[in-house]
């Protein structure tokens, strides 16, 4: 089946640092990868949607300039949260869809990462 | 928007008790509704997928329905084991492939 991997699992940082998430299809070549966050006891929240050589779709209300999103492969993208304070603590999953799965409706999950800022 | 709410947000049950987990969305204009488990710290694995065109799907113990016109689903565990205790996640697809979530039932199966 399709493998979705997420690099790290958990990061802690200090305040005011960047950092960078990675989201990666093993199986499969990913031409749309979305990026959800989910703070304790919350749902899912879509943040954007990263296309393929273009730039990325923000949901109303995520930062652009804050998380940046890079999807340079079709096998890679990645998140990255710059200057990061401690109410960007939160649970980051990825989600892929293979080609033609964005019409097929697939998506699949990577494990999230867990992000702490102290 | 789209709005998708699960009931009842938590659930404790005997081992072996049948149990239906709800989840309700307003706006009916959906691709697919898709049924989640999530465990503690852990990312998401697919149980099942509803186009919008179809009414139920089966899958082992797991039986989905899903009622477009009525923005409602339901899923039904049959003879619940301890290893079914985690978070249920009901999601609907929309337009751009977007996923909206319920906040989840959690579940314990107590042995």
């Known amino acids: 089946g399709a493998v979705v991997s997420q690099h790290p699992s958990r990061v802690i940082c200090k305040s005011g640092t960047s950092v960078k998430i990675e989201c990666r299809s093993l199986?499969?070549?990913?031409?749309?990868m979305f990026w959800y966050r989910q703070f304790p006891k919350q749902s899912l929240m879509l943040m954007a949607t990263?296309?393929?050589?273009?730039?990325?779709?923000?949901e109303q209300g995520v930062e652009k300039d804050k998380f940046l999103i890079n999807h340079a492969s079709l096998t890679l993208s990645t998140l990255t949260v710059t200057s990061a304070h401690p109410e960007d603590s939160s649970f980051y999953i990825c989600s892929a869809s293979p080609p033609g799965g964005a019409t097929l409706h697939e998506q699949f999950f990577g494990p999230g990462t867990r992000l702490t800022v102290l | 928007k789209q709005e998708v709410t699960q009931i009842p947000a938590a659930l404790s049950v005997p081992e072996g008790e049948n149990l239906v987990l709800n989840c309700s969305f307003t706006?009916?204009?959906?691709?697919?509704l898709q049924w989640f488990r999530q465990d503690p710290g852990k990312g998401l694995t697919s149980l099942l997928l509803i186009q919008s065109s179809q009414r139920e799907q089966t899958s082992g113990r797991l039986n989905a329905s899903l009622d477009k016109s009525s923005g409602r689903s339901t899923l039904y565990i049959a003879a619940s084991q301890p290893g079914d205790s985690a978070t249920y996640l009901c999601?609907?697809?929309?337009?751009?492939?977007?996923?909206?979530f319920g906040e989840g039932t959690q579940l314990t199966v107590n042995p």
């Open positions: 706006d009916s204009a959906i691709y697919n």
């Open positions: 199986d499969f070549q990913a031409t749309t």
């Open positions: 999601a609907v697809e929309g337009s751009g492939s977007r996923l909206t």
């Open positions: 990263s296309n393929e050589g273009s730039k990325a779709t923000y």
